[in-house]
């Protein structure tokens, strides 16, 4: 019975902290940030990772494309043949980077707290 009961309490555990962590993550992403010069670093942050993560899932998208060209090459006994999973770290990489860069260039947040910072009088 011991073990029964600590195996539910794990999985407990582990759903409650699963929970916790995506309402966390959540609450990050759908966080409104009205205070440009304190919340800016947390909009250019969540900015910049959406974007890395969807262009990198343009380059994993074209991956299993090509996979799937070669599969239908395959099938039909051509024997022409893509390449689609090498350099994939690399292509990943500046996939993400890239698209962390440009997530953080489009933050109309970041104009707007330059502007207010630039427009600061010293007390």
Sequence with gaps: MNDGAEKAANTVQKITFAE???NKGKDFANKVYST???TTAQAAI???I???VEM???SVLDDIIGQVYNTAQWISGNPHRM???ENMFERYATSFL???VAGLMAIPK?????KQIHEMTPD
Excluded: E, V
């Design 83 to 85: 390449h689609p999973w």
């Design 36 to 38: 440009p010069i304190q």
């Design 50 to 52: 959406a974007s890395g």
């Design 98 to 100: 890239g698209g962390g």
């Design 20 to 22: 916790r962590m995506w």
């Design 56 to 58: 990198m899932s343009f």
């Design 46 to 48: 969540t900015g910049g």
């Design 110 to 114: 970041l104009k707007d707290a330059a």
